[in-house]
Structures are given as C-alpha cells and as structure tokens.
C-alpha cells in the first residue's frame, strides 16, 4: 500500500482511488458546524441543541415544576393578612433615594429597582398586571421584575406588589415565598375585587375586566 501523504489525503475528498471507495467526499468541519448550529436554531423549541464539536444532540426542553403551581389549601397560614391599607413614606427625590436603606437587605435600592416600585405604584386598587406585562413596559425581564418586588419594602402602599401576578394569570409568589404567603396576596386581591378559582388562577371573568397595562 503506498505511503498516504497530507497532499494525498487532500485530493481523497474529491477522487477515489483503489483503498478508498467512491462513497467518501469528507466535509469540512465548518461545514459540519454550521449545518449543526442552523438545526440547533430551527429544532429549539422540540428540545434539541447542538454540542461543542458541532454535533446535534436531543435533551428534554425545560418544564415548569408542577409543585410551583399547586395551590394546597394545607399550606394555608391560620392568620391571614389581607392588609391593604398601611401606607408606606416612599422617597420621591433622587437625594432621598439614595439615602433610603432598604429594611429587607439592609442596602440602598437600586435605580432599577425604583424603577419598578414606580411602575407597580401605578396599577389601582380591583386591578392586577402581570410581571411580563411590567417587564414589557421596563424593557426588562419578568424574573428581574419578580425579584426587586421581592425586595419591595413599601408593601403594601404605596408600591402594591400583591397585584402582580403571573403571565398564565396564577397568583404567584408573594414576599419570597410560594407556598404560605401566597394566601396573603390572594386576600389581599380577594379583598380589592379580584377573584380566583380553587386552583388559584384568577378567574375568566375577571382577566380581561381587571387586567391593567397602562404604563
């Protein structure tokens, strides 16, 4: 068998000889990756992505967690609070925000944050909006929203973060947590005029008359 050489191995892409049968034409590897990256592009919604050296492999899409939409009326808090009335002072100049400390973190909040707590300021009392919705608005996302309402001290006024709710319309976390507060937040909403069923979504009826996108 002759020697193979790199300039011999070269033309085997586009000849055949007597070792190497007619069938192999080798693709380049950029070829190879950038026919992997456009599959990965187009096969994204059903689960696929694309490896390090350009091959194509199939992984399960990521799911929302069940246990974060079970509405357990065993987790139901024996005192509820359904506040909706306690104002909180809330710094309107630039030099009092700075100088305002958060009594959640023990830190100053942050520009963006203010930004949000103005925004949800906004939404009136028999109504709700969803952190997509204000997302939108901020040009920002619904989890960066989630969080600084998280963080929100001026609860619940004048920066009523209890009518902030899911994009699937779900009552969602309130303060932090997902499993026990959330009573509160639906009071809270119950007590303003906006209604949930047993699962606790707010109800048809009711999310198109009390959604609010006014910002």
Known sequence: MPRVTRKSMASMKTTTSPYFPKTDVIPSTKTTNAAAIAEMKENVHDGKNSSKNGSVKTT??????PLDRQFIETNKPEEIDDDIDTVIEYPADPESRKAFINSKTNRQVTEFQFRVY?????????HFTTYRTMAAALKSGPRAVGNALRLNPFAPLPVPCHRVVTSDFYVGGFNGDTKSKIFF???KLE???????DKGYVIDEHRNLKFFEGF
Do not use: H, M, S
């Open 118 to 126: 103005d925004a949800c300021a906004k939404v009136p009392r028999g």
């Open 60 to 65: 399960k899409a990521k799911r929302r967690n």
């Open 185 to 187: 937040k639906k009071a």
């Open 191 to 197: 007590k303003e005029g906006v209604c949930f069923d």
